[in-house]
């Protein structure tokens, strides 16, 4: 059994091995994956809101309990950026071919910035309401996936499966989170705050960040660049 103040560094740096074997499988889809990961990466600073309220988890030189920052929350967040930017695509034997300037002028991406911006519009008016900041970065994600869609219909396809296929993927670890340190959700997370609602002996509020994440994250790329996605046999627009 590993010591608890290894379980958080070992179980981030576990994000990395999917992650790599993405990047060197799949060589379609490494600019999308390098974009998301260094995009969703500085999200890792975003730690001090959760830590302690939503969870204490020990971390390399004490770092978590004293600034309330921490080196895995960066490892964490680029690892699973890249893997949920590209999942969809990966599973569906499709990629992603730019969107015609023509149809970026149509009426319906007027608001196209505006979409893109929501989450973090939305999350500082979530983060005052009076409950766990988790539920904040959740909705505010579940809030990105709803302007996408309205935004961008044909990233429909992608909001959800990523929701699904992430979801299930963000289960496998945190059961695997179990595996190797038994207890260690119930002496880090601070059930006590939380809905008390567990599935697979797992908080609930893991599983709908998962999903949040996954859903949003999913077509954050097309959405960010103007592309969308397309069978991989599909002949790029331009091409003889």
Known sequence: MISDSYVWFAWSVAFLIPWA??????????????WASLFTMPFGL?????????WNPPSLFGLAQTTGFDIESLIFCFGIGGVAAVVVNVATRRRAQAVSKQERGSARHRFHRWAMAMPFIAFPFLWLLPWNAIYAGIGSMFVGVAATILCRPDLLRNSVLGALIFTCYYLIYLLGLEAMA??????VWKLDVLSGI?????????LLFAAGFGGYWAGVYEHFTWHRSVSADT??????
């Open 21 to 34: 074997f993405l990047w060197v499988s799949f060589s379609t889809q490494r600019k999308a994956m390098l």
């Open 46 to 54: 975003t730690e001090p809101l959760f830590v302690p309220e939503y």
């Open 182 to 187: 038994p207890g260690f959700i119930e002496r």
């Open 198 to 206: 567990f599935v697979l002996g797992l908080p609930l509020e893991e």
């Open 235 to 240: 002949t790029p627009e331009g091409a003889a």
